[in-house]
Structures are given as structure tokens and as C-alpha cells.
């Protein structure tokens, strides 16, 4: 209790002695936070009158697919709005509890504290309520946004399903009133077509020809330039006979790839260029973007199936089919591919112009049994042919699949399924062309990614004669086009399959946002757009390090006559340093709290406890050694067997070049922990000892003599200090000398030794004076008779030789007599 009633008096007193201050800085913030909270609250009330507008829309029942992924978008805005206007109050928040802290728990029951103290924790209370308020509002709005996002999720689905499933009357397609209103159609598009054309020719034809001429610059600068500068890629040649699987991988893919990109940039800035000199009026714009959509699609699958199958260069076909066949295949993709743009672009004039639906239907029933039909026909055809002459029919599979499709088309129109019977016959043309370019384009990737594989290339092999890349580097070079193309595919193509398969342009760039800002899995969040920021980050941080350590030892070290050894360290120390603020830096620009690596640092201490002892002691021993500095790069260096030249101090090793040229990885706890001989610590300068040893006999004191006149004589010998020759000892074999020498850098001690053994024999020489050595055994060897052979004097020993053996078997069988009698041997 008193110590309850001390403390508030202290609080007390310290509010009284700034209360002039403090109060006057209480009001500016409670003004500021009160206009904070008004202007959430509007904002809040605005985002509240918006989401309920939305939902009416959404309820309404006209609403079509594209309507509602443009209503989820806006909600999805609005949600985070709402939780930035809840983001918004977390400062304050966190100031007012930081202060309600300093202000202490609420008095007891029945206990009182002083007036300023509580009309203080009144106002924070009040004010914290307000917040609350706010921030429960904007998440009670994301909540039901989310349900809604969840409702429109059902409603599309549900809209797809009714499209697919939906059955039409067939009663009135080939009536006499399906032909009437087809003849009204065209008759209401050719009408609208030359009155737009007469009013633009009249009033618009400047603008017409300007916009056009643009569009056919582009489109010339495109060609020319592409096949400039990529001619060789996408262009196959004649020439080459027996062109490999890549070549024709590549020359596929990017015929396809590259053309229809120039196509699609021409058509696409002929409508900008028309829209942007007010040429097209609105329903002759969306007739033109229509039919723009068409022409690309067509040509997209003209350039495959002529790339693939190639009817001009049978040895650049991908499917090694006949000629004749190959040509019939390219036909038919092609019809079928202008079967269904003109079905395409008749619906959107069938939409525009408000067409009946005996209309739609009869365009979707023709159109679906025309690709029926043709899909039958391409199943049908019997592409290869044997040795003998005779035709051979498609793989089983694929020749079931074909037909299978196209009955499956035709049966679906027949039965009234036209919305099913369009999808599929779509599908089959649109995502089969993108599925077999993306497929190419893979198979592509994966032979440059192969070694050796860029370098068969046209790009490589112009590399190859132009610079100086290795095989090494050019296998490289690959992987990385290798990785660029695929990732290009995946961006490309995977958002066109999206679209083809009902998706929304919506849809692709919500998900987009959602992969770019972050993907919760649990309690992870994973930003790929995050992920990207921090690589970025952390290469430029290295980079700018490598150029810093550059300039550093370039420029200031090396002006400054900075030691050899001193540069390095410190470059190294520059260089971990920079690497590791980089990582760091890179690290929370990819959005990765550093706190969250504490469980990471916990196990990597519990591994250092376990395994990772002599990492952590090389680590640390590095560190040392770069610090204190006991031998720097270049000095020469004795530890233990390894004697040599250091070249490189790391953090973990340090690597000695001997002088048989053999590098040494030592590791740095070694150096540490053991005695370590540094030849040119300090300075290069060092004692070379030469023994030798004269004959007992030999005149000492002219021996003395000539030793140091030999020492003296020396052009590296140094005379401070000077020379010196010591009587060493009285040997075994030889009076022994030692003569020692200084010199002026050690490294040059065996050149010193050499010479002066040199000079030392050809003056003992001269003078006479032995060089004693110990004795050596002599090996006797048998000297052969030279040819010709004597064979009478071999004859004569060989008998000279039996005769002798006789006498000593005679004398042995005498001398074993008699010993047999008891007797003793005679001498003679």
C-alpha cells in the first residue's frame, strides 16, 4: 500500500513539473489522432456504400462471367483498403499502450489517484475505443468480402456448367426463318461496314493513311529486323541435309514463336494507331478486334503444323511423315482453324448486333460438325509409308483419340449441345496449337540445357568463332537459355491456356498480384515478387562489394605502399563484411523477419555443439589469423612436413604452394594450434649454412682462408653482417667445416648454397685438398671371354674340371675309410 501510494505520488509530480509541455503535446497529438480516426471512419462508410452497391450486381442474374471477375477485383481492392485503413491506427496504438504502461494498472477499489493521472487514462481509454471500433469494421468489411468473393466463385461456376450443359432446340437452324435472319445479318454488317467506311474516307482518310503507314512501318521494321537478326533461327536451310533434332526443334518453335509475335504487334498497333486517330467508332472497333484475333490465331496455327510437318524440306520435318499426307494435314489444321475464327467473329457480330438466338445457333451447329468432320478425316489419314510402298495409318491411340473427338463434336451437336460442342472443338484447335508450341519449345530448352548442346546451335557456334568463349563457358551460356526459355513458355503460354479454358484476364492478374505479394502456406508467407527484390538486392550489395574492394586495394592500398599481407587482410575482411550485410540487406528486402531465423540459429548452435566443432574453430582461427597477422601471403612458412609459399588466407583454410608447385589446403586450425616457422615474418632477410668437409691432413687455417674469401666473394652475400666460418667439428671421416652466410632475401638461399658448392669444389681442386667421403662397397664383376669362343681351351677345362672333382671325391671316400677304422687322417 505505501509503496502503491508513493509511486503514484511520484507520477504525480513528475506530470505536474511538465504538465505545461506535456499537456500542450497531448493536445497536438489528440488532435492528430482524432482526424485520423475521422478520416478512416469516412473512408470506412465509403467502402461500406461500395461493397453494398457490388453486391446488387452480383445478385443480379444478367451478370456474365467477365462482369462478375470485374466485381471480385473491385472487392478485392476494397478489402485491402479496408485493412490499410486498419493498419493505419498501429503507431498509435502502440503509443497509447506504451503509455498506459508508464501510467500504471487502474487504483483498487476504494483507492484514488490523482486527477491529472486519471482524466489521462480516461482520455487514452477513450481513444483507444474509438480505434477499436474502427479497426473491428474494416475486419468485419474483409470478412464479408470474403464471402462474396466466394459467392461469385459459385455463381461462375455455375455459369460454366449452364454454358456447357445447356441443350438448344434444333427445330429452327435449317428453317427457311434460320436462313431469313442469316441474310438480315449480313445485310446489317454490310451496311454498317460501308457507312463506316464512307463516313471514314470522306472525313477520316489522312488519319486513315497515316495510321496505316505507321502500322506498315512497324510491321517492315519487325520483318526486316527479325530476320536480320534472327534469320538463321527461325528460317530452315535448304542446304543442310541431315539438319540434327535441335535444329529442327529450334527452327520449329521459333518459326512459329517469332512471326506471330510480329504479326500480333503489327495488328495491335494498327488498332492503336486507329483508336488513337479516332478512326473507329465502337462497333466497328470491337468487329475489327475480332477479326484481328482471327487472322492472328490462323496464322499462329499455319506457321506450326507448316513448321512441324515442313512439306517443302522433308529432312527438316519433325514428324516424319510423306510429303503428300503432310501437305493434307497442314490443310485441314488450317480449315479447321478458319472454321472456328469465323465462327468467332460472327458471334461477336451476332452479340453486337443483337441477333436472334435461332442464329447462334445455327453458326455453332455448322461450324461444330465442319470440325467434326475434319478431326474424322486428319484420324482417317494414313500418313507414313513403309519401305514396300504401302500407306500406314496413325499410332492406334491417337487415331482413336482423333475420330473419337470428332464424333463426340458431332453427336454433341446433333443432341443440341452447342455450347459443349463449340468448347471442344475450340480446345482441340486453340490449346492443342498452344500445348504442341509449348511442348516444342520445351523439348527445345531441354537440348540447349545439354552439354554441348548450345554450341550445335547457330547463336553458339557464331559465339564460338567471334569470341572467346570455351566449351565450358558455352555450356553455361546454355543453361542459362535453356532456364530463359522455359520460364518464357510458362509466362506466355500458361496465361493463354488460362483464357482458353474460361478463365478471365481478371482471374490471371488476381492470382498474379496473389503470387507477387505473398502465398500463405500455414504460417509461411512466400512473395515471390519478395523473393525476386532480395536476389536483386543481394547481387547488387555483392557486386558494389567486389567494386569497393577493387578501388580499395587498387587505389588507396596500392598508392599507399600498404603491405602486401596488409592489403589482403584487409580486402578480405572488406569482402566478408560486404557479402554478409548484403545477405542481410537481401534478406529483409525479400520481407523475411531476421527474428524468424532464431530457430534457425538455435539448431545451428546445437549443431556446432555436435558436429561442426572444427568448422566453427577453422572459422574462428581464420579470423586470427587474419587479426593478429602471424604470416600474410607471400611469406615462406614451415608447419610441420609442408614448407612453402603462402598463397591465400580464408576464413576456413589457408592454401601453401610448396616449391614442387603442389598447393596445400592446410586448414587454419593447424596454424593455431601448432608451432609454425615463418621464414620472412618481419623481413626477407635470413643465415644459408653450407657444410663440407677436408681430409685430416689438410692445412686448416688455409682451408679457413679460402672458405671465407669463397663466402666473402659472393655477389649476394652481404657483408653487415658478415660472413663467417666455423671450424665445426672433428669428424669420423673428415674435419668439418660450416660456412655461414646472410642474405639479403632468404627465398634466393638455394642460389647462394649452389653457387658457393661450386666454387668451393673447383678451388679444392686447384688447391688440392681432399674431400673425404666413407668408404663404398666394391662389386667384382666376371669378365666374359669376347668372341669367337675357343672351344679346344674350353674342352681342356671342362676336362681340367672333372678331373679335379674326381680327385676330391677319391680323397673324401679315403677320408671316410678311415674314420670308419678308428684311425686318424693323415695330413698329407
Same mark, same amino acid.
Given at each position: 500500500?505505501?509503496?502503491?501510494?508513493?509511486?503514484?505520488?511520484?507520477?504525480?509530480?513528475?506530470?505536474?513539473?511538465?504538465?505545461?509541455?506535456?499537456?500542450?503535446?497531448?493536445?497536438?497529438?489528440?488532435?492528430?489522432?482524432?482526424?485520423?480516426?475521422?478520416?478512416? #471512419?469516412?473512408?470506412?462508410?465509403?467502402?461500406?456504400?461500395?461493397?453494398? !452497391?457490388?453486391?446488387?450486381?452480383?445478385?443480379?442474374?444478367?451478370?456474365?462471367?467477365?462482369?462478375?471477375?470485374?466485381?471480385?477485383?473491385?472487392?478485392?481492392?476494397?478489402?485491402?483498403?479496408?485493412?490499410?485503413?486498419?493498419?493505419?491506427?498501429?503507431?498509435?496504438?502502440?503509443?497509447?499502450?506504451?503509455?498506459?504502461?508508464?501510467?500504471?494498472?487502474?487504483?483498487?477499489?476504494?483507492?484514488?489517484?490523482?486527477?491529472?493521472?486519471?482524466?489521462?487514462?480516461?482520455?487514452?481509454?477513450?481513444?483507444?475505443?474509438?480505434?477499436?471500433?474502427?479497426?473491428?469494421?474494416?475486419?468485419?468489411?474483409?470478412?464479408?468480402? +470474403?464471402?462474396?468473393?466466394?459467392?461469385?466463385?459459385?455463381?461462375?461456376?455455375?455459369?460454366?456448367?449452364?454454358?456447357?450443359?445447356?441443350?438448344?432446340?434444333?427445330?429452327?437452324?435449317?428453317?427457311?426463318?434460320?436462313?431469313?435472319?442469316?441474310?438480315?445479318?449480313?445485310?446489317?454488317?454490310?451496311?454498317?461496314?460501308?457507312?463506316?467506311? #464512307?463516313?471514314?474516307?470522306?472525313?477520316?482518310?489522312?488519319?486513315?493513311?497515316?495510321?496505316?503507314?505507321?502500322?506498315?512501318?512497324?510491321?517492315?521494321?519487325?520483318?526486316?529486323?527479325?530476320?536480320?537478326?534472327?534469320?538463321?533461327?527461325?528460317?530452315?536451310?535448304?542446304? =543442310?541435309?541431315?539438319?540434327?533434332?535441335?535444329?529442327?526443334?529450334?527452327?520449329?518453335?521459333?518459326?512459329?514463336?517469332?512471326?506471330?509475335?510480329?504479326?500480333?504487334?503489327?495488328?495491335?498497333?494498327?488498332?492503336?494507331?486507329?483508336?488513337?486517330?479516332?478512326?473507329?467508332?465502337?462497333?466497328?472497333?470491337?468487329?475489327?478486334?475480332?477479326?484481328?484475333?482471327?487472322?492472328?490465331?490462323?496464322?499462329?496455327?499455319?506457321?506450326?503444323?507448316?513448321?512441324?510437318?515442313?512439306?517443302? %524440306?522433308?529432312?527438316?520435318?519433325?514428324?516424319?511423315?510423306?510429303?503428300?499426307?503432310?501437305?493434307?494435314?497442314?490443310?485441314?489444321?488450317?480449315?479447321?482453324?478458319?472454321?472456328?475464327?469465323?465462327?468467332?467473329?460472327?458471334?461477336?457480330?451476332?452479340?453486337?448486333?443483337?441477333?436472334?438466338?435461332?442464329?447462334?445457333?445455327?453458326?455453332?451447329?455448322?461450324?461444330?460438325?465442319?470440325?467434326?468432320?475434319?478431326?474424322?478425316?486428319? !484420324?482417317?489419314?494414313?500418313?507414313?509409308? #513403309?519401305?514396300?510402298?504401302?500407306?500406314?495409318?496413325?499410332?492406334?491411340?491417337?487415331?482413336?483419340?482423333?475420330?473419337?473427338?470428332?464424333?463426340?463434336?458431332?453427336?454433341?451437336?446433333?443432341?443440341?449441345?452447342?455450347?459443349?460442342?463449340?468448347?471442344?472443338?475450340?480446345?482441340?484447335?486453340?490449346?492443342?496449337?498452344? %500445348?504442341?508450341?509449348?511442348?516444342?519449345?520445351?523439348?527445345?530448352?531441354?537440348?540447349?540445357?545439354?552439354?554441348?548442346?548450345?554450341?550445335?546451335?547457330?547463336?553458339?557456334?557464331?559465339?564460338?568463332?567471334?569470341?572467346?568463349?570455351?566449351?565450358?563457358?558455352?555450356?553455361?551460356?546454355?543453361?542459362?537459355?535453356?532456364?530463359?526459355?522455359?520460364?518464357?513458355?510458362?509466362?506466355?503460354?500458361?496465361?493463354?491456356?488460362?483464357?482458353?479454358? !474460361?478463365?478471365?484476364?481478371?482471374?490471371?492478374?488476381?492470382?498474379?498480384?496473389?503470387?507477387?505479394?505473398?502465398?500463405?502456406?500455414?504460417?509461411?508467407?512466400?512473395?515471390?515478387?519478395?523473393?525476386?527484390?532480395?536476389?536483386?538486392?543481394?547481387?547488387?550489395?555483392?557486386?558494389?562489394?567486389?567494386?569497393?574492394?577493387?578501388?580499395?586495394?587498387?587505389?588507396?592500398?596500392?598508392?599507399?605502399?600498404?603491405?602486401?599481407?596488409?592489403?589482403?587482410?584487409?580486402?578480405?575482411?572488406?569482402?566478408?563484411?560486404?557479402?554478409?550485410?548484403?545477405?542481410?540487406?537481401?534478406?529483409?528486402?525479400?520481407?523475411?523477419? %531476421? +527474428?524468424?531465423?532464431?530457430?534457425?540459429?538455435?539448431?545451428?548452435?546445437?549443431?556446432?555443439?555436435? !558436429?561442426?566443432?572444427?568448422?566453427?574453430?577453422?572459422?574462428?582461427?581464420?579470423?586470427?589469423? %587474419?587479426?593478429?597477422?602471424?604470416?600474410?601471403?607471400?611469406?615462406?612458412?614451415?608447419?610441420?612436413?609442408?614448407?612453402?609459399?603462402?598463397?591465400?588466407?580464408?576464413?576456413?583454410?589457408?592454401?601453401?604452394?610448396?616449391?614442387?608447385?603442389?598447393? =596445400?589446403?592446410?586448414?587454419?586450425?593447424?596454424?593455431?594450434?601448432?608451432?609454425?616457422?615463418?621464414?620472412?615474418?618481419?623481413?626477407?632477410?635470413?643465415?644459408?649454412?653450407?657444410?663440407?668437409?677436408?681430409?685430416?691432413?689438410?692445412?686448416?687455417?688455409?682451408?679457413?682462408?679460402?672458405?671465407?674469401?669463397?663466402?666473402?666473394?659472393?655477389?649476394?652475400?652481404?657483408?653487415?653482417?658478415?660472413?663467417?666460418?666455423?671450424?665445426?667439428?672433428?669428424?669420423?671421416?673428415?674435419?668439418?667445416?660450416?660456412?655461414?652466410?646472410?642474405?639479403?632475401?632468404?627465398?634466393?638461399?638455394?642460389?647462394?648454397?649452389?653457387?658457393?658448392?661450386?666454387?668451393?669444389?673447383?678451388?679444392?681442386?686447384?688447391?688440392?685438398?681432399?674431400?673425404? +667421403?666413407?668408404?663404398?662397397?666394391?662389386?667384382? #664383376?666376371?669378365?666374359?671371354?669376347?668372341?669367337?669362343?675357343?672351344?679346344?681351351?674350353?674342352?681342356?677345362?671342362?676336362?681340367?674340371?672333372?678331373?679335379?672333382?674326381?680327385?676330391?671325391?677319391?680323397?673324401?671316400?679315403?677320408?671316410?675309410?678311415?674314420?670308419?677304422?678308428?684311425?686318424?687322417?693323415?695330413?698329407?
Amino acid at each position: 500500500m505505501i509503496s502503491r501510494l508513493l509511486r503514484l505520488i511520484l507520477v504525480a509530480i513528475v506530470v505536474v513539473a511538465t504538465q505545461p509541455s506535456s499537456h500542450a503535446m497531448a493536445q497536438a497529438i489528440g488532435q492528430g489522432s482524432a482526424q485520423l480516426i475521422a478520416d478512416q #471512419t469516412k473512408a470506412m462508410q465509403d467502402l461500406t456504400a461500395k461493397t453494398d !452497391g457490388l453486391e446488387k450486381k452480383i445478385s443480379d442474374p444478367d451478370e456474365d462471367d467477365a462482369g462478375l471477375v470485374d466485381i471480385r477485383l473491385q472487392l478485392e481492392d476494397i478489402s485491402r483498403a479496408a485493412l490499410n485503413s486498419a493498419l493505419a491506427f498501429r503507431s498509435r496504438l502502440n503509443d497509447i499502450n506504451d503509455r498506459v504502461e508508464v501510467l500504471g494498472p487502474p487504483p483498487a477499489q476504494g483507492q484514488q489517484e490523482p486527477a491529472i493521472v486519471a482524466n489521462e487514462r480516461a482520455a487514452l481509454t477513450a481513444e483507444k475505443a474509438e480505434i477499436n471500433a474502427v479497426v473491428a469494421s474494416a475486419q468485419n468489411l474483409s470478412i464479408r468480402i +470474403s464471402g462474396l468473393v466466394d459467392n461469385i466463385a459459385i455463381k461462375r461456376s455455375e455459369l460454366f456448367r449452364s454454358v456447357l450443359t445447356k441443350r438448344y432446340e434444333l427445330t429452327d437452324v435449317l428453317s427457311p426463318q434460320g436462313f431469313s435472319d442469316a441474310h438480315d445479318q449480313f445485310t446489317g454488317l454490310y451496311k454498317a461496314v460501308a457507312s463506316w467506311l #464512307t463516313f471514314a474516307f470522306k472525313f477520316k482518310f489522312q488519319a486513315i493513311l497515316a495510321a496505316t503507314l505507321m502500322a506498315l512501318a512497324l510491321a517492315a521494321v519487325l520483318l526486316i529486323g527479325g530476320r536480320r537478326l534472327f534469320g538463321r533461327i527461325f528460317e530452315p536451310n535448304p542446304s =543442310v541435309e541431315d539438319p540434327s533434332y535441335l535444329s529442327r526443334l529450334s527452327v520449329a518453335f521459333w518459326s512459329t514463336l517469332l512471326p506471330t509475335a510480329a504479326l500480333g504487334a503489327f495488328l495491335a498497333s494498327a488498332v492503336f494507331f486507329f483508336n488513337y486517330y479516332n478512326v473507329l467508332r465502337g462497333d466497328i472497333g470491337t468487329f475489327l478486334n475480332a477479326l484481328l484475333a482471327v487472322i492472328a490465331v490462323v496464322f499462329c496455327v499455319n506457321r506450326l503444323t507448316n513448321a512441324a510437318l515442313e512439306p517443302r %524440306l522433308p529432312n527438316w520435318r519433325l514428324i516424319p511423315v510423306a510429303t503428300g499426307p503432310a501437305r493434307w494435314l497442314v490443310r485441314l489444321t488450317t480449315a479447321m482453324a478458319v472454321v472456328l475464327g469465323i465462327n468467332y467473329f460472327l458471334s461477336v457480330v451476332n452479340e453486337k448486333m443483337g441477333s436472334p438466338l435461332s442464329l447462334t445457333i445455327a453458326r455453332g451447329f455448322v461450324a461444330t460438325i465442319i470440325v467434326g468432320v475434319i478431326l474424322i478425316l486428319m !484420324g482417317l489419314l494414313r500418313p507414313f509409308r #513403309t519401305a514396300d510402298g504401302a500407306w500406314r495409318p496413325w499410332p492406334a491411340w491417337l487415331r482413336f483419340i482423333a475420330i473419337g473427338l470428332g464424333l463426340f463434336t458431332i453427336a454433341a451437336a446433333l443432341l443440341g449441345y452447342i455450347g459443349l460442342a463449340l468448347f471442344v472443338s475450340s480446345q482441340v484447335v486453340v490449346t492443342g496449337t498452344i %500445348l504442341v508450341t509449348a511442348y516444342i519449345g520445351f523439348l527445345s530448352a531441354r537440348a540447349i540445357g545439354e552439354e554441348g548442346g548450345f554450341a550445335d546451335t547457330s547463336v553458339g557456334r557464331w559465339l564460338s568463332a567471334n569470341s572467346s568463349y570455351e566449351d565450358t563457358a558455352l555450356d553455361q551460356l546454355g543453361l542459362v537459355a535453356s532456364i530463359a526459355i522455359n520460364l518464357m513458355i510458362v509466362l506466355v503460354f500458361l496465361p493463354l491456356i488460362l483464357l482458353m479454358w !474460361g478463365f478471365q484476364p481478371g482471374d490471371i492478374e488476381a492470382w498474379a498480384y496473389k503470387l507477387a505479394t505473398g502465398v500463405t502456406i500455414g504460417s509461411v508467407t512466400i512473395s515471390v515478387l519478395g523473393i525476386l527484390t532480395g536476389i536483386v538486392v543481394f547481387v547488387i550489395g555483392y557486386f558494389l562489394t567486389r567494386w569497393f574492394q577493387g578501388w580499395l586495394d587498387g587505389s588507396v592500398m596500392a598508392r599507399g605502399k600498404v603491405d602486401t599481407g596488409v592489403r589482403n587482410s584487409i580486402r578480405l575482411a572488406v569482402g566478408y563484411a560486404g557479402v554478409a550485410l548484403a545477405a542481410l540487406i537481401g534478406i529483409s528486402a525479400a520481407g523475411i523477419d %531476421l +527474428s524468424n531465423l532464431a530457430l534457425v540459429a538455435g539448431a545451428l548452435s546445437l549443431g556446432i555443439g555436435f !558436429g561442426l566443432q572444427n568448422v566453427v574453430s577453422n572459422f574462428v582461427s581464420g579470423l586470427i589469423l %587474419l587479426a593478429e597477422r602471424p604470416f600474410k601471403v607471400g611469406d615462406w612458412i614451415v608447419a610441420g612436413d609442408i614448407s612453402g609459399t603462402v598463397k591465400k588466407i580464408s576464413v576456413r583454410a589457408t592454401e601453401i604452394e610448396t616449391f614442387q608447385r603442389q598447393s =596445400v589446403i592446410l586448414p587454419n586450425s593447424n596454424l593455431i594450434n601448432n608451432a609454425v616457422g615463418n621464414w620472412t615474418h618481419r623481413n626477407k632477410l635470413g643465415r644459408v649454412d653450407i657444410r663440407v668437409g677436408v681430409a685430416y691432413g689438410s692445412d686448416v687455417k688455409r682451408v679457413h682462408t679460402l672458405l671465407l674469401d669463397i663466402a666473402r666473394a659472393h655477389p649476394m652475400v652481404l657483408k653487415n653482417p658478415e660472413p663467417f666460418v666455423l671450424f665445426a667439428n672433428f669428424g669420423t671421416a673428415a674435419l668439418e667445416f660450416e660456412i655461414r652466410v646472410f642474405v639479403a632475401d632468404v627465398m634466393n638461399g638455394s642460389i647462394v648454397q649452389n653457387d658457393i658448392r661450386f666454387a668451393i669444389f673447383d678451388i679444392f681442386e686447384d688447391e688440392h685438398i681432399e674431400i673425404p +667421403s666413407t668408404p663404398r662397397a666394391v662389386v667384382e #664383376t666376371t669378365k666374359h671371354e669376347s668372341w669367337p669362343i675357343d672351344d679346344d681351351k674350353i674342352e681342356a677345362e671342362f676336362a681340367e674340371r672333372e678331373r679335379l672333382e674326381a680327385e676330391a671325391a677319391a680323397e673324401r671316400e679315403r677320408l671316410a675309410k678311415m674314420k670308419r677304422r678308428g684311425r686318424k687322417p693323415d695330413p698329407g
